[in-house]
């Protein structure tokens, strides 16, 4: 029991760690304070995303060489997929 307990602990430090990484703010800028715009009147409304195609998007995003594209490669290039990969479950629906 007590090693599934450090375990589970242990996981959700992981998780959290994750999702702190990924900087919102920088997000918000664009995308609004509650990921409602069209970023550049072009992007699709984040907010209205499933997590999942959020998170399809930023890990297409992190290897586009489209370059009306290439200012998300430059917003979220530093972060892992893991990060992204969690950062999407905490926006969209």
Request: a positive charge.
């Amino acid at each position: 029991m007590k090693k599934f307990i450090i375990t589970t602990i242990a996981a959700l430090a992981v998780s959290s760690s994750l999702m702190a990484a990924v900087n919102s703010a920088t997000c918000k800028g664009c995308h609004g304070a509650n990921f409602e715009k069209q970023a550049l009147g072009r992007s699709e409304v984040v907010a209205d995303m499933t997590h999942d195609e959020i998170a399809k998007q930023l890990l297409y995003y992190k290897t586009t060489t489209v370059p009306a594209e290439m200012i998300m490669k430059g917003q979220i290039g530093r972060y892992s997929d893991a990060e992204l990969t969690e950062f999407s479950k905490t926006v969209g629906k």
